[in-house]
């Protein structure tokens, strides 16, 4: 299966290409300010190098958080939109789920990925090998985090795994390009193997958001209701 795989739920947003769990092609650019005015064009670049056409996609997959608000944005409505025009399905991808799929098969620890949530918190949830989920995703803060995590798993051992990891008194923390952050060659070959009717495309997110609608006095042109 032809898979475009698209993630930004963080700073780097990144694009890749799959036939089932062949890697194509993939890219990565860091666009701290957001990825609405560079994500198509990447892709484009993308499908040009690997001599796809869309059409010959058979799948999107996306990264649907947790991540942020205004990049999760952007890619579900890219994702959306292709799927549209080139009536084929749009699954999502749990970032989070992405993360802990790059770490090697043999690792037997659980996979504890960690992203940076903004006001001292931290994303985080807990893998096995295979891939399920052993604690669901949720925002922690960051100094107790680690904590939490022995607590809830057991004991068992984890592996931690992600930038914003890097300083915590961590048993042991994994390391790789694809791991520090989500990547969009994860997301593809989780796409590639999910069922469509259990991967919705609907963002993850487990906090509301940080704007606050001012309080605005009453319409002085509404008039009075009859």
Same mark, same amino acid.
Do not use: K
């Given at each position: 299966?032809?898979?475009?795989?698209?993630e930004?739920?963080?700073?780097?947003?990144?694009v890749?290409?799959?036939?089932?769990?062949?890697?194509?092609a993939?890219?990565?650019?860091?666009?701290?300010?957001g990825?609405?005015?560079?994500?198509?064009?990447?892709?484009?670049?993308?499908?040009q190098?690997?001599?796809?056409?869309?059409?010959?996609?058979?799948?999107?997959?996306?990264?649907?958080g947790?991540?942020?608000?205004?990049?999760l944005?952007?890619?579900l409505?890219?994702a959306?939109?292709?799927?549209?025009?080139?009536?084929?399905?749009? #699954?999502?991808v749990?970032? &989070?789920? =992405?993360? %802990?799929?790059?770490?090697?098969?043999?690792? !037997?620890? @659980?996979r504890?990925?960690?992203?940076g949530?903004?006001?001292?918190?931290v994303?985080?949830?807990?893998?096995?090998?295979?891939?399920?989920?052993?604690?669901?995703?949720?925002?922690?803060?960051?100094?107790?985090?680690?904590?939490?995590?022995?607590?809830?798993?057991a004991?068992?051992?984890?592996?931690?795994?992600?930038?914003?990891?890097?300083?915590?008194?961590?048993?042991?923390?994994?390391?790789?390009e694809?791991?520090?952050?989500?990547?969009? #060659?994860?997301?593809?070959? &989780?796409? =590639?193997? %999910?069922?469509?009717?259990?991967?919705?495309? !609907?963002? @993850?997110?487990?906090?509301?958001?940080?704007?606050?609608?001012?309080?605005?006095?009453?319409?002085?042109?509404?008039?009075?209701?009859?």
């Open positions: 299966m032809r898979v475009l795989g698209i930004t739920s963080t700073r780097r947003g990144s890749a290409l799959v036939d089932g769990d062949q890697v194509v993939h890219d990565e650019e860091e666009h701290p300010q990825h609405d005015a560079h994500l198509l064009a990447q892709i484009e670049r993308l499908l190098r690997a001599t796809w056409s869309r059409q010959s996609l058979e799948r999107v997959a996306a990264s649907v947790p991540g942020s608000f205004t990049g944005r952007v890619g409505a890219v959306e939109g292709l799927g549209l025009a080139l009536g084929i399905q749009v #699954v999502g749990c970032s &989070l789920r =992405a993360m %802990a799929a790059a770490v090697p098969p043999g690792e !037997q620890r @659980l504890c990925p960690m992203l949530a903004g006001q001292n918190q994303f985080t949830a807990a893998y096995d090998s295979s891939g399920e989920e052993r604690w669901s995703p949720r925002a922690l803060p960051r100094g107790s985090v680690l904590g939490e995590l022995r607590s809830a798993l004991g068992h051992p984890i592996l931690v795994l992600g930038e914003t990891s890097f300083g915590l008194e961590a048993d042991s923390v994994f390391r790789s694809w791991t520090d952050l989500p990547h969009a #060659v994860l997301t593809a070959r &989780l796409g =590639a193997r %999910a069922i469509w009717s259990e991967a919705p495309i !609907q963002a @993850l997110y487990l906090r509301p958001p940080n704007a606050v609608l001012p309080e605005l006095p009453p319409n002085p042109l509404a008039g009075n209701p009859r």
